[in-house]
């Protein structure tokens, strides 16, 4: 069984930044790449960054730049450093972890950049 808790988000005013961390347990396979995803009111869920075991990372053209991805293999969590943050960043982050038995997700944690 797989578990994937996100915390980290909050209230934030444009231009600040925030980390987001999500934290995995069960059996989860270090050689899979993990990613964030996130969703805002009334969009569909789409992709922010992924990075894999070696550590070779994707961005989402909005947030590259700006947002940066990293993993602890050893603590099985995955780091979301958002930086320059706009009120178009508001949403629920979703932390994606796809096994070929998968996809597996967390419960998100909600974003809000407004002033």
């Known amino acids: 069984q797989v578990q994937l808790v996100e915390s980290g988000g909050g209230l934030v005013q444009p231009g600040g930044s925030l980390r987001v961390t999500c934290a995995a347990s069960g059996s989860i396979l270090r050689f899979v790449a993990m990613g964030w995803y996130r969703q805002a009111p009334g969009k569909q869920r789409e992709l922010v960054a992924t990075?894999?075991?070696?550590?070779?990372?994707t961005y989402a053209d909005s947030v590259k730049g700006r947002f940066t991805i990293s993993r602890s293999s050893a603590k099985n969590t995955v780091y979301l450093q958002m930086n320059s943050l706009k009120p178009e960043d508001t949403a629920v982050y979703y932390c994606?972890?796809?096994?070929?038995?998968?996809?597996?997700w967390g419960q998100g944690t909600q974003v809000t950049v407004s002033s």
């Open positions: 990075i894999t075991a070696s550590g070779t990372t």
């Open positions: 994606n972890y796809s096994p070929p038995k998968g996809p597996y």
